[in-house]
């Protein structure tokens, strides 16, 4: 196994995983903001496990003897409406699970099957995102952008707080 192949893969998903923190949790604040407790709740709930995602590359990368690559790639997208921010946040999902994907591969051919592990967990993670993006979607698709706006009534208690 080459280690730092392994680290070099760990430590992308690292950045990968801190851009999405940093979106979820902009996203979160104007949610909440316009209104929209559950779906604000949502978003912090994903930017949490996020984070919890990067502590295993993290511990991971370490047990390797490498160093975690604590830096956001890319600017955070100013996006604001619930549907474009949706859209977005189902994109992001979709393509880290293919990078992962495509990082348990690259960790199974430098036969290191504890990444490769890790990468599948992340997919399945990440697929599990997805799919409550998409559900959230698929509702305003159906019924109209009242669907959001009832949200607004519900218990704001679900935000999690300050
Ligand atoms: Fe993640
Ligand atoms: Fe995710």
Redesign the pocket.
């Known amino acids: 196994m080459d280690a730092n192949k392994s680290i070099e893969l760990l430590n992308r998903a690292v950045g990968?995983?801190l851009q999405?923190v940093h979106q979820y949790m902009y996203w979160h604040f104007h949610l909440d903001d316009q209104g929209f407790a559950p779906l604000a709740s949502l978003l912090k709930r994903t930017a949490i496990?996020?984070m919890g995602?990067v502590e295993e590359l993290a511990e991971r990368i370490l047990f390797l003897k490498g160093d975690v690559r604590m830096t956001v790639p890319g600017p955070v997208l100013t996006i604001t409406e619930p549907a474009e921010i949706l859209k977005k946040a189902a994109e992001m999902e979709v393509n880290?699970a293919r990078d992962y994907n495509q990082a348990a591969l690259e960790c199974s051919a430098n036969l290191d099957a504890v990444s490769k592990q890790l990468f599948e967990s992340?997919v399945a993670?990440?697929e599990a995102?997805f799919d409550a993006f998409d559900k959230q979607l698929d509702n305003i698709k159906r019924f109209g952008p009242n669907y959001l706006a009832l949200q607004s009534f519900q218990s704001g208690d679900e935000s999690g707080g300050a």
């Open positions: 990968d995983e999405a496990m996020e995602h880290s992340l993670d990440e995102h």
